[in-house]
């Protein structure tokens, strides 16, 4: 556990405000070695390992909020040995820790190799539509459960371990006519100081794949959380790039599922052109 302990502060370190750490997420071992085929003898772009487990889910068939925790930590089980031979962090996402298990998950995931984990801080069977007090758990109660997460992590060994402590202000449902984006921006600050407080490496802020965040709400978060910040990275012509991301001033960006979307879509076109007369 000492070693893995070492490699959990590594991974700290890389969360650097203006030089963050980039997490390109995988979901099984294929997409994890392909991944790792950048590290070569002359260049190592990989610094550290993000599972993703919308996309764990979407390759058992399952949507993101049925993914039980012994499912995910299944698919945890596999890869985190190819990443320990790699000598890679590996993190995961553990959603919002399975409620009340916080503590034992949090156990599990390292017992297998994990120096850190994604938590939210939204209520899996609840959704975005009951806004602040019916979608998210409450403040005192979430900053309650990363502090059994970092406790459980000091018990097993792993004291250092990484919480990226997700909050999902920015999903919440709104009416455009009402949107109040300034009070969600406060709401997000408010939350993110006292996820910090409660001993998060960095907090992990996402508007949803349709809103995501817009530049000055991640400057305005990244002046107040001192840098400790964490976004996902967009997608299509519109979305700005990991670099323009770092000069903003944030500490870590991921993509979530993206990775796998992408390859879907690739065996989609594929099998497309085959199908109707064409060629690979």
Known sequence: MAKQNEMAVAFKKMHE??????LVNIWDVASLHSLLTLNTSQSQPVKAVATASWAIAES???????????????????IAPHVRAAGL?????LQDGYGDAIADVVTRAIR??????????????RGFADGVD???YGLEAQTGRLRA????????????FVVNARCDVFRLERPVPARDDEAALREAVRRGKAYLEAGATTVFFWGGSERGLYASEVERLVRELDGRVAVKLGAGPRA?????????????ISIGPSLFLIAMKAIKDAAGAVLTGGGL
Request: charged content about 25%; some cysteine; glycine content about 12%.
């Open 17 to 22: 405000p203006k030089s963050p750490v980039i």
């Open 60 to 78: 058992l068939g399952i949507r993101d909020e049925d993914l039980t925790v012994d499912q995910n930590l299944d698919a945890v089980s596999r």
């Open 89 to 93: 962090p590996l993190t995961v996402d």
């Open 112 to 125: 297998l190799g994990a120096v850190g984990a994604n938590i939210e801080d939204s209520i899996p069977s």
């Open 134 to 136: 019916g979608s998210l």
């Open 149 to 160: 997460a970092l406790r459980a992590a000091g018990e097993a060994g792993c004291p250092d």
């Open 240 to 252: 700005t790039t990991t670099k323009a991301l770092g000069e903003l001033g944030v500490a870590r």
